[in-house]
């Protein structure tokens, strides 16, 4: 049979199942593939509910009691979605020379839509470990010509050939500069980052230290990761995240801050469980780097137990348990978490929202591919629309481990 676009849609549309693009999506990222999925995000917003404080008309004296009456606490964090996406473009030489043969088309156009639906799946992985910024990183020192070293060796995952960048002095809430840079090369071991050209960037003179690193297009563009929902610092009075100022009650309303810097990593860990189980959190994930993972698996020693977290019985990953005072907690390591951070979570309380699977090829006119008007190509499109959400912060804590 001859391939034209109706037999290229069908073939795409039996190739691609969500069980395949779910394989895909979830396979290299824990806590994407473990946490909680609401997939009927629809209408403008989503209300999510926050009791953080019980009636206070109580005292040993009745008419006290009753004069000091207080309602319950409630605040309702308002939901909205956010957006990302993956193109690929598939030349029409292609197309034409597998006439014929759609199972040789198919296996050229996997190549690059499996390659868009990872970009996007790497995007939203990386992004829910952030404050929503859309930082990859943090550059070292002043640079000016062709490399571009970055803060933390481990940010380099975040890094891929092709990238186009942008920097900012302000991680989030503030502007880019002016130029952008592609990145031409990635030293997966130093964590130097090779580009085209820094003189594109305010002039040639504009990337200093401690810059922020961003992908072009996504400053303050992400959907609010975990930097954003248990914020490094506590929320200030001027808080305003969706819709709720947190400082009411940093702790209920915007998580647990527990600094583990001056401690051995795994009397950090247990430290953090201990201040997480006061105020009534049960966790049963840790989520940190693959480094400080090891750091933890050789400070245990001969005590270390391993245990498998399974997302489906086709994804697993393998952990280290550990055992904090209302039970036991698996700790997985991410290559999207933070170095200097782990994330003790209680995974029953957060979901991501999203509107259809996240991500998945965007077909809601029932076309799978585009012709592309400016190029002998067509187009497929990889995208999702969604937000992270958590009914308790306060059971929740961000850890500083540096």
């Known amino acids: 049979m001859s391939l034209d676009l109706t037999t290229f849609a069908a073939a795409l549309k039996q190739h691609y199942t969500s069980d395949r693009v779910e394989n895909m999506v979830y396979a290299d990222n824990p806590l994407l593939a473990l946490m909680p999925k609401y997939e009927q995000f629809g209408g403008d917003n989503l209300k999510l509910p926050v009791k953080h404080g019980i009636p206070q008309g109580r005292s040993a004296n009745f008419a006290t009691a009753q004069s000091n009456k207080t309602n319950t606490q409630l605040k309702a964090f308002l939901l909205t979605r956010d957006r990302d996406y993956s193109l690929a473009s598939i030349d029409n030489e292609t197309i034409e020379a597998s006439k014929g043969n759609a199972n040789a088309f198919i296996e050229a156009a996997t190549t690059e839509i499996d390659g868009a639906i990872e970009s996007a799946t790497r995007s939203i992985a990386i992004a829910m470990y952030g404050s929503g910024s859309g930082s990859i990183g943090q550059v070292a020192s002043s640079a000016t010509g062709t490399s571009m070293q970055l803060k933390n060796v481990e940010d380099v995952t975040n890094f891929e050939v092709g990238m186009e960048l942008v920097v900012s002095v302000a991680d989030g809430g503030g502007a880019v500069k002016s130029g952008t840079v592609t990145v031409n090369g990635v ?55 969706f819709g709720v100022n947190r400082s009411a009650d940093a702790t209920r309303l915007g998580g647990i801050r527990f600094d583990g810097s001056s401690m051995p990593i795994e009397e950090a860990l247990i430290s953090a469980a201990a201040r997480v189980a006061r105020e009534g959190g049960k966790p049963d994930y840790c989520f940190m780097s693959y480094a400080k993972f090891a750091d933890l698996e050789k400070a245990l020693g001969s005590k270390v137990q391993y245990i498998d977290a399974h997302a489906s019985a086709e994804i697993g990953f393998r952990g280290i348990l550990i055992h904090g005072p209302r039970g036991s907690i698996k700790v997985i390591a991410d290559q999207n978490c933070p170095d200097d951070r782990a994330f003790m979570l209680s995974m029953s309380f957060w979901k991501l929202y999203s509107l259809g699977k996240c991500p998945k090829i965007l077909d809601s006119d029932g076309l799978k591919f585009l012709r592309e008007s400016s190029a002998d190509a067509v187009e497929v499109r990889v995208g999702y629309y969604a937000q992270m959400g958590c009914r308790a912060p306060g059971y929740n804590a961000n850890i500083k481990l540096d």
Request: proline share 4%; glycine share 10%; aromatic share 10%.
């Open 187 to 241: 030293d997966r071991d130093s964590g130097l980052v090779t580009v085209d050209s820094m003189t594109a960037i305010d002039g040639g003179t504009g990337v200093v230290a401690d810059d922020y690193v961003f992908v072009e297009g996504d400053y303050d563009s992400k959907i609010k990761g975990l930097r954003a929902w248990l914020p490094d610092t506590a929320p200030s009075v001027s808080d305003n995240f």
